[in-house]
């Protein structure tokens, strides 16, 4: 019972950090940038994976999707989405895998030795 407990605990735990990922790969604050010693010290501009934001100083902020999707971009942004995408896909392919592989679940209850490494497995990703 505790080792069920434990998965349990840990196949949560997997879904907070994969909805951490996702939320992290959205967020326009990746960058932040002020431009300061001028009139518009309260100017700010946000760059994220998806879209440039900029913040003015009476507080309204617009957002802007880049110009271009993929080729074209600045080789560091191209690299950190493809990181991103990949990250959120082998933990998603993490949470599958370890929902099967979970003691409490009946799918491939007849194995439990393979049911033991796939739960291994998705702990893994």
Request: glycine content about 12%; some cysteine; overall charge neutral.
């Amino acid at each position: 019972m505790a080792t069920t407990g434990l998965q349990l605990l840990g196949f949560i735990l997997g879904v907070i950090a994969w909805s951490g990922m996702i939320a992290t790969c959205m967020s326009p604050e990746w960058r932040q940038n002020s431009v300061g010693g001028t009139a518009l010290d309260e100017h700010k501009r946000f760059d994220g994976l998806w879209t440039q934001c900029e913040q003015m100083p009476n507080g309204n902020t617009n957002c802007e999707s880049y110009n271009v999707f993929f080729i074209g971009l600045p080789e560091v942004l191209q690299t950190c989405r493809a990181l991103m995408i990949t990250a959120i896909g082998l933990g998603f392919l993490g949470i599958l895998l370890s929902v099967l592989g979970m003691k409490c679940t009946s799918v491939g209850a007849s194995n439990h030795k393979a049911k033991a490494r796939t739960a291994l497995l998705g702990g893994l990703l």
